[in-house]
Nanobody, 115 residues
Framework: QVQLVESGGGLVQAGGSLSLSCAASGSIFSRNRMGWYRQAPGKERELVADFTSGGTTNYADSVKGRFTISRDNAKNTVYLQMNSLKPEDTAVYYC?????????WGQGTQVTVSS
């Protein structure tokens, strides 16, 4: 069983910064895909950024140049640094961990950007 524990998020004014972290525990295999998704009210969940199973990073066009994903493999933790935040970044952010045939999700953390 895999558990994902998220921290960070909160309320910030437009132009500000926030950081998120997600620690994974349990049966974690080395070749996985781990990252962040978000879901705004009335919208579908969308990819924000993740590490592919090959170790490369992947970003949504809307966050390129503003968000940075990083990880600490020794701690099985992934981070998301969010800079130059915009009101449209407001959403619940979910950590995800995917193996072939399985997907795990964190509980979600709210990010609210005021204008």
């Amino acid at each position: 069983q895999v558990q994902l524990v998220e921290s960070g998020g909160g309320l910030v004014q437009a132009g500000g910064s926030l950081s998120l972290s997600c620690a994974a525990s349990g049966s974690i295999f080395s070749r996985n895909r781990m990252g962040w998704y978000r879901q705004a009210p009335g919208k579908e969940r969308e990819l924000v950024a993740d590490f592919t199973s090959g170790g490369t990073t992947n970003y949504a066009d809307s966050v390129k140049g503003r968000f940075t994903i990083s990880r600490d493999n020794a701690k099985n933790t992934v981070y998301l640094q969010m800079n130059s935040l915009k009101p449209e970044d407001t959403a619940v952010y979910y950590c995800s961990l995917k193996f072939p045939g399985s997907a795990y999700w964190g509980q979600g953390t709210q990010v609210t950007v005021s204008s």
